[in-house]
């Protein structure tokens, strides 16, 4: 399983962060994963963002911190997932990992990271 | 559901013992415990599930153990490839990880 991120490394205040997560060797579809999002900074540590997986139909899940302006979908034409992140303030400056979620339980594929820095 | 890790920073040599321990604020639900180990400039890499299972791959000398709410990475025989960050991140009720424990080189 291998996961490959793309996606801007600098966005503007109050703007939406926008990445993608390619996924190969496994499906986004799959009835045993799901595909997540985290991010990580000297600040805040490594948190958690949210996921989607698909179980008959897709669900979502999201941290309390970003429910309100987060947004993760799979495209399972291409067999990605993508975060959108609204409203950004200099606060979501970090690295951005996609990451495979094993059951719901733990991450055992990583994508390589994306530092994405929020400033004008 | 908070965790907390300790020590914040270990200072140990080449061959010695590494004990880092996590601890819950709530029970885990069925010891859904993780541990990950990072290098900077790459992504957490999964070493131990359900409290004291390997991933595969990862060399015997990681051991994971615990329950409840008091978990424990013990790394017998430290190599210079083991120098690094260690996480636990819990998945009983959502997903929280704890801040990190660095292994320093003495």
């Known amino acids: 399983v291998q996961l490959q991120q793309s996606g801007p490394g600098l966005v503007k205040p109050s703007q939406t962060l926008s990445l993608t997560c390619g996924v190969s060797?496994?499906?986004?579809?799959?009835?045993?994963?799901?595909w997540a999002w985290i991010r990580q900074s000297p600040s805040r540590g490594l948190e958690w963002l949210g996921r989607?997986?698909?179980?008959?139909?897709?669900?979502?899940d999201y941290a309390e911190s970003v429910a309100s302006r987060i947004a993760i979908n799979a495209d399972t034409s291409k067999n990605q997932f993508s975060l959108q992140l609204n409203s950004v303030t200099p606060d979501d400056t970090a690295v951005y990992y996609c990451?495979?979620?094993?059951?719901?339980?733990?991450?055992?594929?990583w994508g390589q990271g994306t530092l994405v820095t929020v400033s004008s | 559901i908070v965790l907390t890790q300790s020590p914040g920073t270990m200072s140990l040599s080449p061959g010695e013992r590494a004990t880092l321990t996590c601890r819950a604020s709530?029970?885990?639900?069925?010891?859904?415990l993780a541990w990950y180990q990072q290098k900077p400039g790459q992504p957490p890499r999964l070493l131990i599930y359900?409290?004291?299972n390997r991933a595969p791959g990862i060399p015997g000398r990681f051991i994971g153990s615990g329950s409840e709410t008091d978990f424990t990475l013990t790394i017998n025989r430290l190599e210079p490839e083991d120098f690094m960050m260690y996480y636990c991140?819990?998945?009983?009720?959502?997903?929280?990880f704890g801040q990190g424990t660095k292994v320093e080189i003495k």
């Open positions: 060797g496994d499906s986004v579809s799959s009835r045993s994963a799901a």
């Open positions: 991140q819990q998945y009983g009720s959502s997903q929280t």
């Open positions: 989607t997986y698909y179980r008959s139909i897709w669900y979502h």
């Open positions: 709530q029970t885990l639900t069925r010891d859904y």
């Open positions: 359900g409290a004291s």
């Open positions: 990451a495979r979620d094993w059951l719901r339980w733990y991450f055992d594929y």
